[in-house]
């Protein structure tokens, strides 16, 4: 007898132990006599849940999970029904069920490398109408869609299509940003483990939209499941025609360097120098790789992309808040109880997201604050947990949403440390052009000490550099840096022993 | 430093010479085959890809990944970053610093294990995380991380 089940390869299920549900499940189905077929899918990007298997039944996918090697044999005695770790049908679980899943369509349901199961989910449908279209009517799509990057600043990508599709140049280029260096996020990681060929039909609307013959995908060397994976893809993509003599992808691996997921230090890293970021102009649609006009756009971005020109710009705008519209892979980690990835309309709280949905900390104490947008995003207090997820709204509430990813502190952080982490970061990770950012750094952990230590000339020292570092950083690692230092200390003043008054 | 080495360094370097800013694609084709990128190897390097030896010695130098000495028999990646810090990674860091007697970028006495930090594995959802090579690990303990790392590295 056949049987088929599904058990997810990506890295986050694979931590946690899906190799070894594998091989229990091997082991039990021989032992049975079954003929057993395991495919390896994505994930559902419900973390807490992995390894998380998953089985047909009546046309629904049915969960049991988190597994442990030693639950396998009951799960085949119970004729995967009635088991203690049963969760019933996938899709129905709350944390899946209240979801918008346009990017993450696929993710988890197929294998990544099955182009057939990829085209039957509704893969290539975009691509399909791209190809009937015009280069500009593609930007013009793009552009009423009202897309923005999701790298984190923000920039609607029609304008920056339509830039590379206008400027002059006998090659142009495509260049995914999947450097992904942000605490707290993983959805480039996920989407490429997961569903491949949806960052390569989005790369390949955008080539036929600018008008490029080559496109780069710039990986983060910490992904190396990820890299495989996109690799493995690629030669599929090829042998099907889909890339090809017209436009072929290559990938590229970074060396563990944060900064180079700025788009101009990853050109200079694509062309193998040092990482460190261009004045801007040039502006990287007009000269980028090698000289040549570049879109630079983050792998969600691109990724948004199919889904955009399969179901219309119309569609896509119908979900979100204000000016953020379509959907946004949000990423929550932390101390979490359900941590994973929620792919949603613009626009819920954060309270409702990080206590309504993910149920609060993993440790049960309470929760204290939440960093959005990366190391170099503000720290929410619960105060401000009514501010919807969105561009304008985190930055209206001092903060950013960045790559959307909210790292889960509870009531035992101490916001001090943090602060002076995120100094220690920038120094770290500083590309070295600028002073404020590669000095001033070292002198805000220094000063940040001095205020623990309960100096009162302190706090006005650290405000005083981090306006230096705001307005002489040439880009957003100094230049961003005195977000979760200021917001840790204005929202937190009792972490930094009495330090108010004095910044008052 | 053999010349076997070089003669091999060459051969990546100009396997790879056709790409378009083929330098890190080489330095990590260099660094999969010795483990390290030999400086003896800078000069071979640089007149493959038309380079100068300093400029390779800037790139190298600047990228975290590259080590231009040979490390442990295992890399041990732990992660720092916030969202580990979440679920105790300083304390963590502390401990495995503490068991195996490094600092952070140091390889054990008995060259078993380099101890090297990660700013995000894309695995913060499982904090604490680490990789052991190319192993994926959440939810991770010293012990077990420890254990891991010295598996097979002895
Ligand atoms: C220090 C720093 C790190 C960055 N890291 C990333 C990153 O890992 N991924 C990313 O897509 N964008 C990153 N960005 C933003 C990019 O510079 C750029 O805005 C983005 O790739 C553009 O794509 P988008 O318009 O699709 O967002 C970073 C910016 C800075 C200043
Ligand atoms: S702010 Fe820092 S990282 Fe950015 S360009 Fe200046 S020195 Fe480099
Ligand atoms: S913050 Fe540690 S894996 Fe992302």
Redesign the pocket.
Known sequence: MSLTLYLPLDAAALALGADEIAEALRTEAEARGLDLVLKRTGTRGMVWLEPLLEIEENGLRMGFGPLEPADVPALFDSAFEDHPKALGPVEQIPFFARQTRLAFARCGIVEPLDLDAYRAQGGMKGLERAMTMTPEEIVAEITASGLRGRGGAGFPTGIKWKTVLEAEGARKAVVCNADEGDSGTFADRMLIEGDPFCLIEGMAICARAVGADRGYVYMRSEYPQAIAMLDASLRVAREAGILGDHFDIEDRVGAGSY?CG?ET?LLNSMEGKRG??RPKPPLPAHKGFMGRPTVVNNLITLASVPAILSEGAEHYRSFGLGRSLGTVPLQIAGNVRYGGLFEAAFGMTIGELVEGVCGGTASGRPVKAVQIGGPLGAYFPRSLFDTPLGYEECDAAGGLIGHAGLVVFDDTVEMGAMARFAMEF?AV??????????IG?VRGMETIDRILAGDPAAPAILADLCET?RA????????FTPYPVESALRHFPEDFGGAREAAE | MTTDIIARCRGIAAAHAHLDGPLLPVLHAVQESFGHVPVAAYPALAEELGLSAAEIHGVVSFYPDFRTEPGGRRVLRVCRAEACQAMGAAALGEDLKARLGVEWHGTTEDGAVTLEPAYCLGLCACAPAALVDDRPLGRVTADRLERLAREGSA
Do not use: H, K, Q, Y
């Open positions: 900064v700025e230090a460190i970021v920038c990770e500083s590309c070295g052009t600028c002073t404020p950012c590669r750094a570092m002489g950083s040439l880009c957003a690692l100094g230049g």
